[in-house]
């Protein structure tokens, strides 16, 4: 099964069945509304950082704000063998990644290789890495699969999730705490020589397990990027522990309280969370 494998390690890419599309169409003509006066991978690029922030919230606000959309996401998570009735999601992660960027002072903490777990994601979290725009090999994100199951030093001990949320959440840009944010990462640079990039295009998706060891690359593609993620959990999953096992995650706190059933909005009931958070605690 599907999720066997993707909690074993395995990653999988393909093409948003037709159904779907319109999931994809609709974000693409958000972007284009909001950077129309041009191809918007290249004015993305050539504005100020405070105002690609401020137009990236308003295409965020009517992401969030348009009830429907998630539903054509539905023969997507079908064509997973992954039933929509046990399905739950945080806010869809809608970024810009500029040409450049990685030169951009304060940028450094972006690119921090890391496991989601260690910013207080469950250990059994999906991915699904959607660009909306061309990202070419090299200008996404890359995996370390070597690590799955390898403990890598780490000091996600100091990120606690509470403390991350009064400093801005996860996607802050302007906060006025931002200083005192906390962004995990290795104690030394993964050696792994199964390293690879992933990239992709329109109507791509790539799947992968969070607690594969990932990062985002730099942009030398000449133009911006605009990718998509889901994070997402099975309430089954979280119920009967399932998953990959703690490495050396030793990160506090936990988004499952985020996480929404993507039909009824309900979360997972506060009994159920706090056992799966205790036993995938590292003793
Ligand atoms: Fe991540």
Not at 40 to 59: A, N
Not at 98 to 114: K, R
Not at 125 to 154: E, H
Not at 160 to 180: K, V
């Amino acid at each position: 099964m599907l999720l066997e494998s993707l909690f074993a390690g395995e990653t999988f890419s393909g093409r948003f069945p037709n159904p779907s599309f319109s999931f994809l169409n609709t974000i693409k003509q958000y972007i284009n509304e909001e950077f129309s006066e041009g191809d918007p991978v290249v004015v993305s690029s050539q504005i100020s950082y405070f105002e690609l922030t401020r137009r990236m919230k308003q295409i965020r606000t009517r992401i969030y704000e348009d009830q429907s959309l998630k539903l054509y996401l539905f023969p997507l998570f079908e064509s997973f063998d992954m039933d929509p009735d046990d399905l739950y999601v945080d806010l869809f992660r809608l970024r810009c990644v500029p040409a450049g960027f990685h030169m951009a002072s304060g940028s450094e903490s972006v690119l921090y290789i890391h496991r989601d777990p260690w910013y207080a994601n469950p250990e059994n979290q999906i991915n699904l890495w959607i660009p909306i725009t061309l990202v070419k090999p090299g200008a996404g994100f890359a995996i370390y699969p070597s690590y799955f199951s390898t403990p890598i030093s780490n000091n996600s001990h100091l990120f606690d999730y509470s403390h991350w949320m009064e400093t801005g959440g996860f996607q802050a840009s302007t906060h006025s705490r931002l200083a005192e944010k906390v962004f995990p990462k290795p104690d030394a640079f993964p050696n792994d020589p199964h390293r690879f990039s992933v990239s992709g295009d329109f109507g791509d998706y790539f799947l992968f397990s969070s607690h594969h060891l990932h990062g985002t690359e730099e942009n030398n593609q000449g133009f911006s990027r605009f990718s998509l993620e889901i994070r997402l959990v099975l309430g089954e999953a979280i119920r009967n522990h399932r998953g990959p096992k703690n490495t050396d995650n030793h990160s506090t706190g936990t988004t499952l309280f985020d996480m929404k059933h993507i039909k009824t909005g309900e979360i997972l009931s506060q009994d159920i969370i706090q056992n799966y958070v205790k036993s995938s605690a590292l003793l």
